[in-house]
């Protein structure tokens, strides 16, 4: 874009001149073809007021945004971030977000540095639009201008924001781009776009050292309500007329239906049946009756019997035996690596393997719909991608994406299962709505979340490393092996026979390479479907994760790297740096190292004995780069040789995400960060028979409890010269690779899989100079259920 | 008809239309409009929608509302008044005072996505009330051992949680 163009993106029009109130509207302007398609919904005419920003004559200012709160903080970054380029106070930004009807962008609600860069340029717009309105009011020019608090200052002269729009009714039009989600089935997540619109252009914006908003510890404007009970969560949302609804699902995979059991109307005089397919529903004006009503009918509905998967535990052996045939994607030279291994003084080859985990929020999801004769829908959900969920179930249910509404509430954290607008009981909530003409609430039971939700897949991987005779490594190459991770269509629709179409094995390689100074590389991702994917359900639906692929394939890369290490008979820390000139890699492993008390040697520490009598220290050290963030954790445990346990004692995990927006809240999401990754590395893994998932309630699927938290020390690197990083997501992936070279450091004996529980470590440790070679899983015991009361 | 069966909660007493084997937790959120206890696990596993009866936690899912008549329920609303009574506030500053531990929430910034939250207070209260300055080896103790199982966060606020019982108890003894 021009000098001349910005200029006039940055002149109002006057709309109205209104007797009271008044408000500046910052709306879309679409410079491209996209302004001559049909507007999708109110908020995308830009003559409308669906705008992205509004400054109101009290001197308040509202944002608009598409993305949504999914518990890291965005919620109260953006208004920092807004405050911060419009030289408001963030306190009077308030953010609307995630209304497919009342937002302009669209776009996943991770996608926060995305997200951000809208509103940042949106708000930069603002602010130079605002900047000439006071320079005519005031007959001062622009340069001559400063702005504090909201209030604009120059030549003697002082007015507000609020003051400038009063009694006015002014537009601003900036331009955008890229596209909005639309139903596309069979293409990657059946939605077009995972990013939204795009603010184009380049308004001047506020540098970075001039920053007072961003850098502080703003708070997190949804926190009291949700302290005080006052958040309407989307549980909560209650229509007139609305029935609630439990769901029958199949007892297999693979199941179908052979008879509905009976409804008795004695019993359950105002519930009722509604069936599509393989869907089965029992719907109530009362929650209570359509949960035992639920019961009884599933207690006697009769269904196929299916069975088709390996057991959990012969998973991994069954990946290894599966031909893969050529991998999807591969990078870097094999003949390069191939050399290498050739004239290499030592080698080193491991094998790793990790579970199926599952997102496994707190609150099982609910949905609530409501579909009209004439097509018109509303559906209330906590998706994190609203306008990509609105075009799923347009496709769903038929109907034009103009008649489908999405509003967004608060509920549980999920962690990526709904980045790509699926999954979820929106589907069971639109298909129910349709049927019965009336608005729906399908609530899942906990059980039903952890059999029926998209899962995270497994993986088996391979990887080698050449070192020379001095110790450097010259070359690594990896192999990894995954079934399908990108398969979020609603449970619901599968059921009902509606959104059937499979999507086409994907792999990728994720890995950001930290280790420049290793010459030569050689990645190969290798793919297959989903596991039962022949079943109507399509079996264990792959879907992404925190961290997505890259935490699975930087556990092994930092498991070989440490391997390495020690046959190289260095410092894990030391060695790494060695092999990297990423500067802001070596910083932040150093500071890390600092704050840990790290003291250089090599692993395993000099006591490593693998029955000893009391427990053995180790400390292990992993790290990632990720979204313009580089990390490193340090884990120090003590393994108790008798019970199998590993307790992590302390826990250290550094960052340089760029500029620090909220010190705090990034504080709190790298401790939480480590706690996800500890329940990973320790505890999680998703169990399955030949039939159906088995890790149902969570004494099957476990996660870690707060006895299990460590100590956790925090650093923080912000600095102004490498713009915004991604300061939550990754902090989970540095912690598996840690905990496991710590176990080595501490036995001397490798855990190449995870979860490191004590059935795994006791096996472990009872095979001395032997890794076990066995299958993922090993079904943990249930453990006893505490009678309430 | 479906008999009303009186119950009290967070002060007030409620003819609730329900049957008494019914979940109190189905009570709470839909009879009486109540948000704060949420349904998590549904089988005492989670924590998430624990209420005080009688000033012990229970879970409201597996707890029929019958066990709760003639007894006294509170819930996240409701702690305020708890601490307003135990303080004889009076109206004007009881109006403006959260209960400690909910004001130790927002200024540690414990929530993330808050949904088991309302229950990490609630444990909180409780323990409070047993153990007025506990140690971290308690904190974490009390909310993984007392029956009937670990108060689960997915998120991982634990160690935010920790700093705010902490935080809450000092306030308490002041």
Request: proline share 7%; hydrophobic share 40%; with cysteine.
């Amino acid at each position: 874009m021009d000098a001349t163009q910005s200029k006039e993106i940055t002149t109002v029009t006057r709309r109205d001149v209104l007797t009271g109130g008044g408000a500046l509207f910052v709306s879309l302007y679409c410079p491209s073809a996209l302004a001559t398609q049909p507007a999708n919904g109110a908020s995308l005419d830009p003559g409308s007021l669906g705008s992205w920003l509004e400054i109101r004559s009290d001197n308040t200012v509202l944002v608009r945004t598409g993305r949504t709160e999914t518990g890291t903080g965005m919620s109260g970054y953006y208004p920092q971030v807004v405050a911060e380029e419009l030289r408001v106070r963030p306190e009077t930004v308030s953010l609307l977000m995630g209304d497919t009807d009342k937002t302009p962008d669209g776009g996943y609600s991770a996608g926060f540095l995305y997200g951000m860069t809208n509103v940042r340029k949106v708000a930069a717009y603002t602010y130079q639009a605002l900047l000439k309105l006071a320079a005519n009011r005031l007959g001062v020019a622009p340069s001559e201008l400063t702005v504090l608090d909201g209030v604009v200052s120059g030549g003697g002269h002082r007015i507000s924001y609020g003051s400038l729009v009063e009694g006015q009714h002014l537009d601003l039009r900036i331009p955008i781009g890229g596209q909005p989600a639309n139903p596309a089935e069979g293409k990657w997540a059946d939605v077009t776009s995972l990013d939204g619109l795009t603010v184009l252009g380049n308004p001047p914006m506020k540098p970075m050292s001039e920053f007072t908003v961003i850098g502080n510890s703003h708070p997190i404007p949804g926190i009291p309500d949700k302290v005080t009970g006052n958040t309407l969560w989307t549980c909560d949302v209650r229509l007139p007329g609305m029935l609630h609804a439990r769901v029958v699902r199949p007892p297999t995979f693979g199941s179908t239906v052979i008879t509905v059991g009976p409804l008795d109307k004695n019993s359950f005089p105002t519930a009722a049946l509604v069936r599509k397919g393989n869907l089965i529903a029992v719907v109530s004006p009362n929650e209570w009756e359509a949960v035992v009503a639920a019961q009884s009918v599933a207690a006697t509905t009769r269904w196929t019997e299916w069975s088709g998967l390996p057991r959990s535990e012969n998973l991994s052996k069954a990946l290894r035996e599966r031909d893969w045939g050529p991998p999807l994607q591969s990078k870097g030279r094999s003949e390069d690596v191939v050399a290498s291994l050739k004239e290499a003084a030592k080698t080193v080859s491991a094998s790793y393997e990790q579970p199926y985990v599952r997102h496994a929020p707190i609150g099982p999801f609910n949905a609530i719909a409501s579909v009209h004769v004439d097509g018109t829908t509303t559906v209330w959900t906590h998706s994190a991608h609203s306008q990509g969920m609105r075009a799923r179930l347009a496709g769903i249910l038929g109907v034009s994406i103009e008649n489908v509404v999405v509003r967004w509430l608060d509920h549980a954290g999920q962690f990526g299962r709904t980045t790509l607008g699926g999954d979820g009981a929106e589907a069971d909530a639109v298909i129910l709505s349709q049927l019965t003409g009336r608005p729906v609430r399908v609530q899942w039971t906990l059980q039903e979340d952890l059999a029926w939700s998209s899962v995270s897949p497994a993986w088996v991987s391979n990887a080698e490393a050449a070192l020379d005779a001095s110790g450097h490594i010259t070359a690594v190459r990896t192999a990894f092996y995954s079934p399908h991770p990108y398969d979020v269509r609603p449970v619901g629709a599968l059921l009902a026979g509606i959104h059937g179409k499979a999507p086409s094995p994907t792999a990728s390689i994720d890995t950001v390479w930290a280790y420049d100074r290793i010459p030569a590389r050689f990645e190969a991702a290798y793919a297959m479907p989903n596991l039962g994917a022949q079943t109507p359900t399509a079996g264990l639906r792959g879907n992404i994760m925190r961290t997505p692929g890259q935490r699975q394939q930087n556990f092994v890369l930092e498991s070989l790297i440490d391997e390495a290490a020690a046959l190289a008979g260095a410092d894990p820390i030391e060695f790494r740096i060695r092999h990297t000139s990423q500067d802001r890699l070596i910083k932040v492993l150093t500071a890390t190292a600092q704050a840990a008390g790290w003291q250089s040697r090599p692993a395993p520490q000099a006591g490593a004995r693998k029955q000893p009598t009391q427990g053995l220290r180790g400390r292990g050290v992993c790290a990632i780069i990720r979204q313009n963030a580089y990390w490193a954790g340090i884990a120090e445990v003590e393994v108790i040789p008798a019970t199998g346990t590993i307790e992590v004692i302390r826990f250290s995990i550094g960052v340089d995400c760029g500029k620090v927006i909220n010190p705090r809240q990034l504080k709190r999401c790298m401790q939480s960060g480590v706690i996800m990754g500890l329940s990973e590395a320790l505890k999680e893994e998703v169990t399955f028979d030949t039939s159906k998932v088995t890790s149902t309630d969570w004494s099957r699927y476990r996660i870690l409890t707060m006895a299990e938290v460590p100590e956790i020390r925090i650093v923080q690197l912000s600095r102004n010269d490498k713009g915004f990083g991604g300061g939550s997501e990754a902090a989970n992936a540095v912690v598996p690779g840690a905990v496991a070279a710590a176990f080595f450091d501490a036995t001397g004996v490798r855990a190449r899989r995870i979860p490191l529980t004590p059935a795994y470590v006791t096996e472990l440790l009872r095979q001395p100079g032997k890794e076990p070679l066995r299958g993922l899983s090993e079904a943990p015991q249930a453990a006893p259920l505490y009678c309430a009361l | 008809m479906t008999p009303r069966l009186r119950l009290s909660v967070n002060g007030i007493e409620h003819d609730v239309p329900v049957k008494p084997e019914t979940p109190l937790i189905f009570v709470l959120r839909n009879e009486l409009k109540l948000s704060g206890p949420r349904l998590g696990c549904g089988m005492a596993q989670c924590g998430a929608c624990a209420v005080l009866v009688d000033g012990t936690e229970v879970r409201a899912c597996v707890t029929p509302v019958s066990f709760a008549l003639g007894k006294r329920v509170i819930t996240l609303e409701g702690l305020p008044a708890l601490w307003a009574a135990q303080r004889k506030l009076d109206p004007p500053a009881a109006a403006r005072t959260l209960h400690p531990v909910q004001q130790a929430w927002i200024d540690e910034q414990v929530p993330q996505c808050g949904y088991c939250q309302s229950g990490m207070m609630i444990a909180a209260v409780q323990l409070l009330s047993r153990n007025p300055d506990p140690s971290v080896a308690q904190i974490k103790d009390a909310f993984t051992n007392t029956p009937p199982s670990p108060h689960l966060c997915r998120c991982g606020t634990y160690a935010a949680i920790i700093e705010a019982v902490q935080r809450a108890a000092k306030a308490m003894q002041a």
